[in-house]
T-cell receptor, first 113, second 114 residues
Framework: AQSVSQHNHHVILSEAASLELGCNYSYGGTVNLFWYVQYPGQHLQLLLK??????LVKGIKGFEAEFIKSKFSFNLRKPSVQWSDTAEYFC???????????FGGGTRLMVKP | DAGVTQSPTHLIKTRGQHVTLRCSPI?????VSWYQQVLGQGPQFIFQ???????GRGNFPDRFSARQFPNYSSELNVNALLLGDSALYLCASSLEGGLPYEQYFGPGTRLTVT
């Protein structure tokens, strides 16, 4: 069965700092990869997704992620975070027909103004 | 446009009781998926329904069941509630049953079992 690991459970940054959140998955076949964000009091929202093609994908709000197949990783990055990026971030993998997602445990990001 | 709606927002039940959670997808969406999110963890897949048929099932006991109605709304039923069933139950809808259709999540139903 596939699994997703997010090793950073809590991250605290100051505004303008760079962000990188790790995501590793365990599945040997073709995968589709996602990052979701949950802002305080709001629904889960899709930040970005990778299906195929360029392994560097860009999402909303200046986020990007890089798929490194050899490392089974899909790390999320942002060059300069803002206070409004304070949220919980979830990496998710799809490796089956349909759209079942396997989520990681999430990373809580706090950005200090 | 209305997003995915779920009812009720909060629910408190006693061990052994039964609960029904409801989800209305975004208009035009034919697929509904259910996820359980225990506090401090990521969502865990329970079911997917597409065109009123079950298309996927996660690793949950038979106490969990669901169905999708002709209008594409869905119900999640949980029998013989256990304390461990306390969680946020999320519904997600998508246009069709597979990728690359994005899943849109609702606000969830917070279930507390005492």
């Amino acid at each position: 069965a596939q699994s997703v690991s997010q090793h950073n459970h809590h991250v605290i940054l100051s505004e303008a700092a760079s962000l990188e959140l790790g995501c590793n998955y365990s599945y040997g076949g073709t995968v589709n990869l996602f990052w979701y964000v949950q802002y305080p009091g709001q629904h889960l929202q899709l930040l970005l997704k990778y299906f195929s093609g360029d392994p560097l994908v860009k999402g909303i709000k200046g986020f990007e992620a890089e798929f490194i197949k050899s490392k089974f990783s899909f790390n999320l990055r942002k060059p300069s975070v803002q206070w409004s990026d304070t949220a919980e971030y979830f990496c998710a993998v799809n490796a089956n027909a349909g759209n079942m997602l396997t989520f990681g445990g999430g990373t809580r990001l706090m950005v200090k103004p | 446009d209305a997003g995915v709606t779920q009812s009720p927002t909060h629910l408190i039940k006693t061990r052994g009781q039964h609960v029904t959670l409801r989800c209305s997808p975004i208009s035009g969406h034919k697929s509904v998926s259910w996820y359980q999110q225990v506090l401090g963890q990521g969502p865990q897949f329970i079911f997917q329904y597409y065109e009123k048929e079950e298309r996927g099932r996660g690793n949950f006991p038979d106490r969990f069941s669901a169905r999708q109605f002709p209008n594409y709304s869905s119900e999640l039923n949980v029998n013989a509630l256990l304390l461990g069933d306390s969680a946020l139950y999320l519904c997600a809808s998508s246009l069709e049953g597979g990728l690359p259709y994005e899943q849109y999540f609702g606000p969830g139903t917070r279930l507390t079992v005492t």
